[in-house]
Nanobody, 126 residues
Framework: EVQLQASGGGLVETGESLRLSCTIS????????IAWFRQAPGKEQEGVSC????????VYADSVKGRFTIFLDNAKNTMYLRMNSLKPEDTATYYC???????????????????WGQGTLVTVSS
């Protein structure tokens, strides 16, 4: 059974940093795409980033580019999302998801992903 576990959310103030984790089990870690999505109350789900495990390359949404960075730990089957300079607009539930093959060229779209984690809540106070 494929399982994705997202963790690391919490409450922080504007300008602070947070690190999220996504650990995958029951699925090979080679040559897959792992994406982060987020959804805030009253807003549409947004693709945040995608990382290809074959070469570690990543794509980011314009709203987070320059502030969010992906790191891979292949030995632990884990992807980390370092979020710096957090803004109230970043407040959302963050989900990780995966599919076979590399990331698409643009930001991830939810219909392309087969497996999803349960989500972790990030709250940025103003």
């Amino acid at each position: 059974e494929v399982q994705l576990q997202a963790s690391g959310g919490g409450l922080v103030e504007t300008g602070e940093s947070l690190r999220l984790s996504c650990t995958i089990s029951g699925f090979g870690f080679d040559d897959i795409a792992i994406a982060w999505f987020r959804q805030a109350p009253g807003k549409e789900q947004e693709g945040v980033s995608c990382t290809s495990t074959d070469d570690g390359s990543s794509v980011y949404a314009d709203s987070v580019k320059g502030r969010f960075t992906i790191f891979l730990d292949n030995a632990k089957n884990t992807m980390y999302l370092r979020m710096n300079s957090l803004k109230p607009e970043d407040t959302a539930t963050y989900y990780c998801a995966t599919e076979i093959g590399p990331c698409h060229e643009d930001t991830p779209q939810y219909e392309d992903y087969d497996y999803w984690g349960q989500g972790t809540l990030v709250t940025v106070s103003s």
